[in-house]
């Protein structure tokens, strides 16, 4: 009787077995949430696949439920996952591990998931004969969805089956990866690229690298598909550290050089800020010819994303740098990006990125060096770049401290107060509050709060308002 759960069964078989037996309605229930088009309703029954295979028994699991499920689910990705998910869990429910074959035979694209999980729980001796057969076809399956999935858990399936077969079998599959016709499949390798190479038996690390992999990366920097290079790149830095450094300066260092003046702005940025792992290993002087010029490109670029990660990565970048090498070469860039009009959120990150460089190289340089560029902009005849002097003193004050504050930027704020444009008015009530907590209470007496009073009786509201809300903060009314 049952459910008919056959392959190729009709989706009329729903209720009709569990009219004779309520305990296995709920099963029937699940069994027609599985074709239900509700896509949520599917995967709520996936994830209920465990109570259907104890309650049939695994008998009846193995050969009912699982043909029945490899018939019916052509399914979106969500649901095939879910899917995978609950078959690597399914051994003991298909009779342990001596039935394992038939939860690798069920599902092609899932096989892969499962075998990985599968191939965890399988002793060393078993998985040759049970798991890897399947796993050598699903990479050089004719769907380049299931290659994908190989690729994706390449890592996972490493650390399941050992050094070994890593070594006989790993390796040339991860290369036919590489070298897929698929971008997506290279990309989803490209990926793993770091991690497999990390996760290589130390004895033979090195050997399998510079012969087996290095070359397939070499091919890979040039690729024709822009994600495959940026998938790349966000990895590749990370071979420096296993590699070690004459191996950096023979092999790689060409390979950065190149993805430095790629066309593709995210692979110079995925480049750049990964720059530390090299810095560790042959220091980033070897890069600094080739990386000034990829850093300007990138500041200028048309995307103000890109003008935007790079200006967010340029601390790190000049902590690696060192200051000397900062002041020749990028201080003057740090400075054009105060007046970038292409985004209000650029000019933000350009001052949070002062603050950052002054915590980084101190007060004295920021004295020397940034603050009186930064003070020059208060003459400059647009108002907005008179505006983002302000912004920069609110973000400065507190690490540059209250003496400097004091003695170069106060003066500069109080001056600004009688700007003819009522939104830097406004914006200097807005800094004296701002930078208010730095300054000793004698000057905020003698000399903020009479600048405040009379910014209180402007013309403009706006003014009046961020002036009366200035002096209630300060407690100077």
Not at 115 to 124: H, K
Not at 335 to 354: I, P
Not at 384 to 413: D, W, Y
Request: proline content about 4%; hydrophobic content about 45%.
């Amino acid at each position: 009787e049952g459910f008919g759960l056959v392959p190729g069964s009709t989706p009329s078989f729903s209720m009709a077995g569990a009219d004779s037996d309520d305990s296995l309605y709920p099963i029937a229930v699940l069994i027609d949430e599985l074709r239900n088009e509700d896509v949520q309703l599917r995967l709520n029954s996936i994830k209920k696949l465990s109570t259907i295979a104890l309650a049939l028994g695994v008998e009846r699991t193995r050969t009912e439920l699982l043909p029945f499920l490899t018939d019916t689910i052509y399914d979106e990705d969500e649901v095939l996952l879910a899917l995978a998910e609950q078959l690597g869990n399914f051994t003991m429910l298909v009779g342990g591990p001596e039935y394992v074959h038939c939860l690798l035979d069920s599902v092609r694209l899932l096989a892969v998931e499962a075998g990985v999980s599968i191939a965890t729980l399988l002793p060393q001796e078993d998985l040759e004969a049970l798991v890897m057969p399947t796993l050598r076809q699903a990479a050089e399956d004719k769907s380049w969805r299931v290659r994908y999935m190989v690729a994706d858990k390449f890592s996972d399936l490493q650390k399941a089956v050992g050094p070994e077969i890593t070594k006989n079998d790993l390796v040339p599959a991860f290369q036919n990866l590489l070298k897929d016709c698929e971008a997506e499949v290279r990309a989803a390798a490209a990926n793993k690229v770091k991690e497999f190479c990390e996760n290589l038996p130390e004895d033979s690390r090195e050997t399998i690298i510079m012969t087996h992999i290095l070359p397939c990366v070499k091919e890979l920097v040039s690729d024709t598909n822009q994600h495959v290079k940026s998938a790349l790149a966000s990895v590749i830095m990370g071979l420096s550290t296993i590699l070690g450094k004459d191996n950096t300066i023979e092999h790689l260092l060409p390979l950065f050089l190149a993805q430095l003046k790629d066309e593709c702005p995210e692979v110079r940025l995925n480049i750049i800020s990964n720059l530390d792992c090299v810095n560790e290993v042959i220091g980033i002087r070897q890069l600094s010819q080739s990386l000034l010029p990829a850093i300007v490109e990138l500041a200028e670029d048309a995307k103000w994303r890109v003008r935007l990660a790079i200006i967010e990565y340029m601390p790190l970048l000049a902590g690696q740098l060192g200051v000397e090498f900062f002041d020749e070469k990028l201080n003057s860039l740090c400075m054009a990006w105060l007046v970038d009009h292409g985004s209000c959120y650029n000019v933000e990150a350009a001052t949070c990125n002062l603050m950052k460089l002054v915590e980084k190289f101190g007060a004295e340089w920021a004295q020397n060096t940034i603050v009186p560029k930064v003070l020059g902009m208060a003459n400059d005849p647009n108002y907005l770049h008179r505006m983002t002097t302000l912004f920069c003193i609110n973000a400065l004050s507190e690490v540059c401290g209250q003496e400097i504050t004091t003695k170069h930027m106060l003066p500069v704020v109080f001056k600004m107060s009688n700007d003819q444009v009522a939104n830097v008015r406004f914006n200097v009530a807005k800094s004296l509050q701002k930078i208010g907590p730095v300054l000793d209470s004698n000057c905020l007496q003698t000399e903020v709060k009479p600048v405040l009073e009379k910014l209180a009786s402007d013309q403009d509201m706006d003014v009046k308002y961020f002036a009366q809300e200035a002096i209630s903060v300060l407690s100077l009314a």
